[in-house]
């Protein structure tokens, strides 16, 4: 008779943490749907929210402010992605070679993965500063000219790439590093039997072995850049300009500085598709590699 | 054969010099701006941001850090940060750990579904949902308050500690459960008496990431409680931009104060954190 009845004990157990995710995370995401569909400002918040069908969507297309954030999202993902995998894989390789101290090293590059984002955009906001800053300091005293970091607008988003370089690159360290140590030495005293050498080493066994980690964190650190903006906010406000408003930041801007709930809602749904997008072209296109290999 | 065995010496010592000075020359880039952070909030206030810049302070003092934790603003947004990071910490591991065990030692229907679709929770940014849970909350009454920024800081960290307490049960032997269960031990009681016992390095690992990034945390108090009664550090950090137009002296010894907690936990379980995550990727 027990054995027909369905065991509920692990569900219970399962019950609270499914209860926060899906009233605080799934919940919400559903419903930028409906307040995207909706007219919610700060002045209809305490209001009835009329509908309005696809008119945020069609305000937002026809907005050219949204095409520039988009335009400084691609910098941003591109300068940021680029530089914190090859920086963190190079380091990581680096790290898990037969050398003394690895120890005292790896913690050593951990501690700015313990930085909060604010203490990032205010640490670089200060070494930025025009009037005051230790770059422009350094580079007049060596001759060069001074440059408007967070104040040209042409430079402004690369200055705040670097900042997210130095401030997301220890996280890809680890989590390769991880990777690293998931990979059998027995496989590269063979290869180094068989005469491979480092360079061989590395793209025929680091590079296929690593292969789950470098999708899963290419995945993640795209998906943060896109999404991220605590140092847009802090380091300039999406100024000068609007030339470091992000899609994200102008997302967070549409709502809490101008007011539009429902204009903020529908460029978070457009967020979640640029997300599912990218995230589906990275699976395609490491699985078509691997059938590649495969078939040869 | 001994020539190219000498050679072979060689390669590897200028191989060793190359990735040391590489490693170095990334560690010393890495470390500049907190140590020129650490520098200026040695400095009088009024010398922080003076020209030409003392790389060393010559007097150094501590009142910037004075300062800050007499400053009763400061000092209560302080006391919140503790309170929400600790709340949240202890909160996010017992319900991790019960949603861990749950996967580690039931067999059930849906249970492959459920845990792919708790990591997928992970993938969901948090960014998205700001707008939705401010106007929630908002409905609700519960903007600015402490309560509300323990229960939302779980869905940043519930995702991935179920994963790392589920794969750590995994590793401890189904015998002694057995026998206890013999004995006419509930499971709850193996879970509280047997389990939790033996998974301290664990439970650790979850805590620490926990804490982590709920002291960290800056985008969700920003939009749910930026009222000086719920008020965590970081964001008194960040309103140091608009009431005291960037006093940089008092700011970096606040962002200096910020770092302590967590350096100190990442420097206490910097090897079980790289093993942790080892570990987890391994059987997942």
């Not at chain 1, 598709?273 to 990218?278: D, E, S």
């Not at chain 2, 909030?41 to 003076?50: E, F, G, R, V």
């Not at chain 2, 006419?184 to 982590?212: E, H, K, Q």
């Not at chain 2, 079980?272 to 997942?284: C, I, N």
């Amino acid at each position: 008779m027990q054995k027909n009845k369905i065991n509920v004990e692990p569900y219970l157990y399962l019950l609270p943490s499914l209860f926060i995710l899906v009233s605080l995370l799934l919940f919400p995401l559903l419903w930028n749907i409906y307040v995207s569909t909706h007219d919610v400002s700060i002045l209809t918040i305490l209001k009835k929210w009329d509908f309005v069908g696809l008119k945020n969507f069609y305000d937002l297309f026809s907005d050219p402010k949204f095409y520039e954030s988009l335009k400084l999202t691609l910098f941003f993902v591109v300068g940021s992605v680029s530089a914190q995998f090859g920086i963190g894989l190079l380091l990581a390789v680096l790290l898990n070679q037969q050398i003394k101290g690895t120890h005292v090293l790896r913690t050593l590059l951990i501690i700015p993965w313990s930085v909060s984002t604010v203490i990032t955009a205010f640490s670089f906001k200060f070494m930025y500063d025009d009037n005051y800053g230790i770059i422009n300091y350094v580079l007049e005293s060596i001759g060069l000219d001074a440059v408007g970091w967070l104040s040209d607008p042409n430079i402004a988003i690369w200055s705040i790439v670097l900042a997210n370089i130095w401030y997301g690159t220890p996280f890809t360290i680890l989590f390769l590093t991880a990777g690293l140590h998931s990979i059998s030495p027995h496989l590269y005293e063979a290869a180094i039997i068989d005469g491979a050498t480092k360079i061989k080493r590395f793209f025929f066994i680091t590079i296929p072995l690593l292969r789950q980690f470098i999708i899963t964190n290419l995945i993640l650190i795209t998906v943060w850049s896109i999404n991220f903006f605590d140092l847009q906010l802090i380091m300039t406000g999406g100024g000068p300009l609007f030339s470091t408003t992000t899609t994200s930041l102008y997302m967070y801007r549409e709502a809490f500085e101008f007011g539009s709930f429902s204009g903020g809602a529908t460029i978070g749904i457009l967020l979640i598709v640029m997300n599912l997008l990218l995230t589906f072209v990275y699976v395609k296109i490491f699985n078509r590699k691997t059938s590649d290999q495969n078939e040869k | 054969m001994k020539n190219s065995y000498r050679n072979n010496i060689k390669q590897v010592l200028s191989d060793k010099w190359l990735i040391y000075s590489i490693i170095f020359t990334y560690i010393f880039i890495t470390l500049i701006p907190l140590v020129w952070v650490f520098s200026t909030s040695l400095k009088p206030n009024d010398l922080a941001i003076s020209l030409p810049p003392e790389f060393l302070p010559s007097e150094p003092t501590i009142e910037n850090y004075v300062f800050v934790i007499t400053e009763p603003r400061l000092v209560q947004s302080l006391i919140n940060s503790l309170l929400v990071s600790l709340g949240s910490t202890v909160l996010s591991v017992a319900i991790s750990a019960l949603g861990g065990y749950s996967f580690a030692r039931f067999k059930f229907k849906g249970k492959n579904l459920l845990l792919s679709i708790i990591l997928g929770f992970f993938m969901i940014p948090i960014v998205i949902n700001i707008i939705p849970l401010y106007l929630m909350l908002s409905e609700i009454g519960l903007l600015n308050s402490i309560f509300s920024l323990i229960i939302t800081f779980q869905i940043l960290i519930i995702p991935l500690n179920i994963f790392l307490l589920k794969n750590y049960f995994e590793t401890i032997p189904r015998e002694l459960e057995e026998a206890a269960l013999v004995d006419g031990c509930s499971r709850f009681g193996i879970l509280r008496r047997i389990i939790l016992p033996l998974s301290t390095p664990g439970l650790a690992i979850a805590s620490v990431l926990a804490f982590r990034f709920s002291w960290n945390e800056f985008l969700l108090p920003i939009v749910l409680a930026n009222r000086p009664d719920s008020l965590v550090f970081q964001l008194a950090l960040y309103q140091f931009i608009s009431i005291y137009r960037i006093e940089w002296g008092y700011l970096t010894a606040g962002i200096n104060i910020a770092l302590i907690p967590i350096v100190i936990l990442m420097l206490l379980f910097q090897k079980q954190l790289v093993h942790g995550l080892t570990a987890s990727s391994l059987k997942g």
